[in-house]
């Protein structure tokens, strides 16, 4: 969890310096049994696709996927960390992105990846308890705020039924829309992380994943 937490404050920080300069500017989207290997996604084209997850998203034309070696660098690893097993990675590293996604007009992004609850909070963890968790710590941080919805809601993203928790966040004066999304799969809480800035809605954004 608190390698989630300073990997989702140096995104929001990037987020907030870039967007400082662009905003206005618009452009002209559990369950606990493992039904398949864990493993890390693809991306063909346009679509990224986890088999795992059971996630599909396909970026518009101004969105951007990362590299494993700028995924790497976010996660302040390795390139080759991203290389072999995801399951040795995560026993490694507790929090590991599988893909990040940016909007190079509104610098709206979206990560996705997995955090070994073994190794973090603990297996027995509901997605409401990692909600709550999350909002503590977040709590604790004075370079920004960000403020929880009283109650979270169930949605489905490709296959599967995620909690989602919609925040407003105010960082480096810069205020956005935070959605997160969880999943828990055995002792792994898989997540989306949506970072909107300007020019979508949450239901644009869910409307990339199919």
Not at 80 to 89: H, N, S, V
Not at 93 to 99: A, E, N, Q, R
Not at 187 to 207: C, L, P
């Amino acid at each position: 969890m608190k390698k989630l937490i300073s990997l989702l404050m140096a995104t929001l920080m990037i987020t907030a310096l870039f967007a400082g300069c662009s905003l206005g500017k618009d452009p002209d989207n559990g369950d606990t049994e493992i039904k398949k290997e864990l493993s890390r996604g693809t991306i063909e084209g346009t679509v990224y696709k986890n088999d795992f997850t059971g996630i599909q998203f396909t970026r518009p034309d101004s969105w951007v996927y990362s590299t494993d070696e700028e995924i790497a660098y976010a996660m302040s690893l390795g390139a080759e960390f991203l290389e072999g097993d995801l399951k040795k990675a995560l026993e490694n590293s507790p929090t590991v992105y599988d893909m990040l996604v940016t909007d190079t007009l509104t610098r709206t992004n979206i990560n996705v990846g997995f955090e070994n609850l073994a190794k973090t909070l603990s297996t027995n963890i509901t997605e409401e308890q990692y909600f709550e968790a999350m909002k503590k710590q977040l709590d604790n941080v004075t370079s920004m705020t960000v403020s929880f919805p009283d109650k979270y809601d169930t949605v489905k993203l490709g296959d599967n039924d995620y909690l989602r928790a919609v925040c407003n966040v105010s960082a480096m004066g810069v205020n956005m829309q935070q959605v997160y999304y969880v999943r828990k799969v055995d002792k792994y809480m898989s997540f989306v992380i949506v970072t909107i800035v300007s020019g979508y809605t949450v239901e644009d954004i869910e409307a990339m994943f199919n």
